[in-house]
């Protein structure tokens, strides 16, 4: 059966990049960056995965000809991890050859713990070529990440942290949420000290304080860092942050792929589900 979207749109902008531009201006307009994500993972063939590529190149040029303040996240099974390494290596480079035409930015995304060491290889080899126009997601609950964590920080690399969004073991990940939080903070102080622009990814106030309370403390300015949050959470805290002078950047999901995404939502917070079933007999 496929569902309708109105039960994902409180969490995905649309399913074309058409019905995504308003939203995307409407946040610019209020002085908060946007990374678009066009959703979808894990694809098994290459007709589809060169599609893809031939999508993702596009949407930097559609966002670049619409002038939007925004970049891109992609996931590198879209870009056919699960068919082949190299040929997932050739369609980054293919798509980062384009954002560097561009002056744009791509963000790797991180996909389940399965992926965790290609993506980070895959990531290494591409910023040594392409610097400045791609960045990485670590996700704080993984055991690993702290060895991810400092290696990349002494490479200079722009890491996007965030507590991580899987159902993983316990052997893999953390799964006691003042753990997660601890591990968080101890990886941000890291990027912090060793990174020139941390992008801090989270709804949590807990952590949100701590890091307006520790970047006060530490003498970093509020122009070194960048707060980040999720299409349809917390919209009035990221107002309230860009108007206190914070930077500020929504993750903007869009496409027809949109039911993994919105299910990993969804199992996030149970609020979210009462929200979507509240919605979905209003007009």
């Known amino acids: 059966m496929k569902l309708p979207f109105i039960l994902a749109k409180r969490f995905v902008a649309g399913e074309t990049f058409n019905e995504t531009v308003p939203k995307i201006k409407a946040l610019n307009e209020k002085n908060i960056k946007v990374t678009l994500d066009l959703l979808g993972e894990n694809v098994k063939d290459r007709n589809t995965a060169d599609q893809t590529v031939v999508e993702y190149v596009g949407l930097l040029n559609d966002i670049h000809d619409a002038g939007l303040k925004s970049?891109?996240?992609?996931?590198?099974?879209?870009?056919?991890?699960?068919?082949?390494?190299?040929?997932c290596r050739d369609n980054l480079n293919k798509l980062l050859d384009e954002a560097r035409r561009l002056e744009s930015f791509v963000r790797i995304d991180m996909e389940g713990s399965d992926y965790t060491?290609?993506?980070?290889?895959?990531?290494?080899?591409?910023?040594?070529?392409?610097?400045?126009?791609?960045?990485?997601?670590?996700?704080?609950?993984?055991?690993?990440?702290?060895?991810?964590?400092?290696?990349?920080?002494?490479?200079?690399?722009?890491?996007r942290?965030?507590?991580?969004?899987?159902?993983?073991?316990?052997?893999?990940?953390?799964q006691n949420m003042p753990a997660i939080r601890e591990a968080f903070k101890e990886y941000a102080k890291v990027l912090f000290d060793k990174t020139t622009y941390p992008r801090i990814a989270t709804h949590d106030d807990e952590l949100v304080e701590w890091v307006k309370s520790y970047t006060t403390e530490n003498n970093i300015g509020k122009a070194?860092?960048?707060?980040?949050?999720?299409?349809?959470l917390r919209e009035d805290t990221m107002e309230q942050m860009?108007?206190?002078?914070?930077?500020?950047?929504?993750?903007?999901?869009?496409?027809?792929?949109?039911?993994?995404?919105?299910?990993?939502?969804?199992?996030?917070?149970?609020e979210n589900v009462w929200f979507v079933l509240s919605t979905m007999f209003k007009k």
């Open 71 to 87: 970049t891109i996240s992609i996931k590198l099974t879209m870009l056919g991890l699960d068919i082949d390494e190299e040929y």
């Open 117 to 159: 060491q290609q993506t980070v290889d895959i990531f290494k080899d591409a910023f040594k070529r392409y610097g400045k126009h791609v960045g990485i997601v670590i996700q704080a609950y993984l055991h690993r990440s702290k060895s991810d964590i400092d290696e990349l920080a002494e490479l200079g690399a722009d890491v």
């Open 161 to 174: 942290l965030c507590k991580g969004a899987y159902g993983e073991p316990e052997r893999v990940a953390l």
């Open 224 to 232: 070194r860092f960048e707060f980040q949050m999720l299409y349809g």
């Open 242 to 270: 860009t108007r206190d002078g914070f930077n500020t950047r929504v993750y903007v999901p869009y496409g027809t792929m949109w039911f993994p995404y919105f299910k990993r939502r969804l199992l996030e917070r149970k």
